[in-house]
T-cell receptor, first 118, second 113 residues
């Protein structure tokens, strides 16, 4: 069964600095998606960045980038030039991509709480 | 577009009561799903639907029913509420099942006494 692990329950970063959030996963599938979601105190789930497993190039979205290591099953999120608005809970998520069956699975990690220090 | 809307925002139930959590989207998305979020845990998939008239179970379906009579609406029914169902519930939708981006609603906080 697939699992997603986020080993850092809490992280903090100084404003304008860079922080990296870790995520590892376990799967026997070769095709899948990986995501980072942000959940601020409003509880809204906001997509930060996504990565298709078949793409070797790391995804980038403005100040957010990932380090995707497929062989190591690692998917870390780097936030550059951290801003106060980045403070939130961050969830790493795995989604299966099996077009041959109706089976669907989405697995979320337990989350990392990020604080931004002014 | 309103996106994904959920009602109510907060609900208190007594053990054994039933209720329906509403979810609607105005983006003409085929795929809709329900998650629950418990403290210290990530979201867990309850049920999902790949289109009107088609539903399937996710990771934690027990105690919940769903139906999808229209593309827009995907209600989640609690048949006989239990304290273990105290959680925050999120509805999400995407254009197709294979679309990589899901759009989440604001969540419904449910407390079962």
């Amino acid at each position: 069964a697939q699992t997603v692990t986020q080993s850092q329950p809490e992280m903090s970063v100084q404003e304008a600095e860079t922080v990296t959030l870790s995520c590892t996963y376990d799967t026997s599938e070769s095709d899948y998606y990986l995501f980072w979601y942000k959940q601020p105190p409003s509880r809204q789930m906001i997509l930060v960045i996504r990565q298709e497993a078949y793409k070797q190039q790391n995804a980038t979205e403005n100040r957010f980038s990932v380090n995707f290591q497929k062989a190591a099953k690692s998917f870390s999120l780097k936030i550059s030039d951290s801003q106060l608005g980045d403070a939130a809970m961050y969830f790493c998520a795995y989604r299966t991509l099996n077009m041959k069956t109706s089976y669907d699975k989405v697995i979320f990690g337990p989350g990392t709480s990020l604080s931004v220090i002014p | 577009n309103a996106g994904v809307t959920q009602t109510p925002k907060f609900q208190v139930l007594k053990t054994g009561q039933s209720m329906t959590l509403q979810c609607a989207q105005d983006m003409n998305h085929e795929y809709m799903s329900w998650y629950r979020q418990d403290p210290g845990m990530g979201l867990r998939l309850i049920h999902y639907s790949v289109g009107a008239g088609i539903t399937d179970q996710g990771e934690v379906p027990n105690g919940y029913n769903v139906s999808r009579s229209t593309t827009e609406d995907f209600p989640l029914r609690l048949l006989s509420a239990a304290p273990s169902q105290t959680s925050v519930y999120f509805c999400a939708s995407s254009y197709t099942r294979w679309a990589e981006t899901q759009y989440f609603g604001p969540g419904t906080r449910l407390l079962v006494l």
